[in-house]
């Protein structure tokens, strides 16, 4: 029997970039993202996610958006399928990069928690990954719809991941 294959749905990989402290919390970020990918029966995912402060999240925003200026969450669609070696396939979804500084920002200015802003921007990346866009933050755009009401279920049904 193959334990991974049975096992493990989806794949998430997650890391700091290099001019960034490794927040106490990072242990804490597969297995919410696993919780997100099952809620929304995503099965066969890979994807990646990386934490960082502004300075960098400014640098990406710049060069693949054409936008100046830090902003809180950035999703880089892969959206390509591979077998790997054990003939298994997999859908590499793509990359997600969270801004820890602009993601304490917003838990601030939205008056919500540092950990539902993060459960929030994690949740918002996966469903660009899967191909939802909104054209603005009104709240009323479908996605930013079906991102509140999912999140609304992660909240309870998830562990706190930031302690304030």
């Not at 838990?107 to 909104?134: C, I, M, P, T, W």
């Amino acid at each position: 029997m193959d334990f991974f294959a049975e096992e493990c749905k989806n794949q998430v990989f997650v890391s700091v970039h290099e001019e960034f402290q490794v927040p106490e919390w990072i242990d804490k970020i597969r297995p919410y993202i696993l919780k997100v990918l099952d809620m929304l029966e995503f099965a066969n995912w890979e994807l990646s996610v990386m934490f960082c402060g502004d300075s960098f999240i400014r640098e990406l925003n710049e060069k693949y958006r054409n936008v100046e200026g830090a902003t809180d969450v950035l999703s880089f669609e892969q959206g390509e399928k591979y077998i790997d070696e054990s003939e298994r396939e997999w859908f590499s979804a793509g990359d997600i990069v969270v801004s820890v500084d602009t993601l304490q920002r917003n838990a601030q200015e939205f008056n919500v928690s540092a950990d539902e802003e993060l459960k929030r921007l994690l949740l918002h990346g996966v469903l660009h990954l899967a191909g939802y866009d909104h054209s603005d933050n009104s709240p009323e755009q479908q996605m930013l719809k079906m991102q509140e009401s999912v999140l609304s279920k992660l909240l309870n049904e998830t562990d706190t991941i930031i302690n304030a």
